[in-house]
Nanobody
Framework: QVQLVESGGGSVQAGGSLRLSCKGPRLTYGSLLYMGWFRQAPGKAREGVAIRYAGDGNVVYADSVKGRFALSEDGVKNTVYLQMNGLKPEDTAMYYC?????????????????????WGQGTQVTVSS
């Protein structure tokens, strides 16, 4: 079992920045091959935001956040970050850290929540216009 704990959410005005953190054992060093962030707005389905595959270090971003969000990790702290810049009201959502210990997730499924079996409790991000 892997326990993930998010922090860093809050309320900002449009154009502002936030950095989310997710701490958990095995999260970095590639022990969990697939990890990253999803978000869910009220009344909407959970959607993938940024997913890192440790096999090649590649990070896949949702089109809606490309160029604004960046995933990074600190192996010493077992912490993964989501730097969010240029925030928009449509980024308002609960953000969840996620990971799976599956050895292979097809590329077409990496942004699907059903591919992940470890989830944090979520941290709320609210962006006002």
């Amino acid at each position: 079992q892997v326990q993930l704990v998010e922090s860093g959410g809050g309320s900002v005005q449009a154009g502002g920045s936030l950095r989310l953190s997710c701490k958990g054992p095995r999260l970095t060093y590639g022990s969990l091959l697939y990890m990253g962030w999803f978000r869910q707005a009220p009344g909407k389905a959970r959607e993938g935001v940024a997913i890192r595959y440790a096999g090649d270090g590649n990070v896949v971003y949702a089109d809606s956040v490309k160029g604004r969000f960046a995933l990074s990790e600190d192996g010493v702290k077992n912490t993964v970050y989501l730097q969010m810049n240029g925030l928009k009201p449509e980024d308002t959502a609960m953000y969840y850290c996620t990971a799976t210990d599956d050895q292979w997730v097809p590329p077409g499924r990496r942004m699907m929540p059903s591919s992940y079996n470890y989830w944090g409790q979520g941290t709320q991000v609210t962006v006002s216009s």
